[in-house]
């Protein structure tokens, strides 16, 4: 059974950075697309980002594309979500999860497994 644990998260102002990380164990994660989503209060769960089994393919939202950079080090089983330029808007809990198919969508119902999660604030 693969488990995934968030990290990373925390408080930062206004157009600083962070840098998620998403451990994996119980399975191998090369055998896995992964996902980064994220779920503000009172709102619906949305992707952020996707990348393919062997990090050839990357897919992100628009509201984070040239901020964030999804990447993965397989022989670490982690997955890694740098985040720089951040807004308040991208306040939410962060998750990540796995996918078995060698798609790369950020759509939430394709994905088997996911994280606890991490939380995100953006404040000044």
């Known amino acids: 059974q693969m488990q995934l644990v968030e990290s990373g998260g925390g408080l930062v102002q206004p157009g600083g950075s962070l840098r998620l990380s998403c451990a994996a164990s119980?399975?191998?994660?090369?055998?896995?697309?992964m996902g980064w989503f994220r779920q503000a209060p009172g709102k619906e769960r949305e992707g952020v980002s996707c990348?393919?089994?062997?990090?050839?393919?990357?897919n992100y939202a628009d509201s984070v594309k040239g901020r964030f950079t999804i990447s993965r080090d397989n022989a670490k089983n982690t997955v890694y979500l740098q985040m720089n330029s951040l807004k308040p808007e991208d306040t939410a809990v962060y998750y990540c999860?796995?996918?078995?198919?060698?798609?790369?969508?950020?759509?939430?119902?394709?994905?088997?497994?996911w994280g606890q999660g991490t939380q995100v604030t953006v404040s000044s």
């Open positions: 990348i393919s089994r062997s990090g050839s393919l990357t």
């Open positions: 999860a796995a996918d078995p198919s060698r798609l790369c969508v950020i759509w939430p119902p394709t994905y088997d497994y």
């Open positions: 119980g399975g191998t994660l090369d055998h896995y697309s």
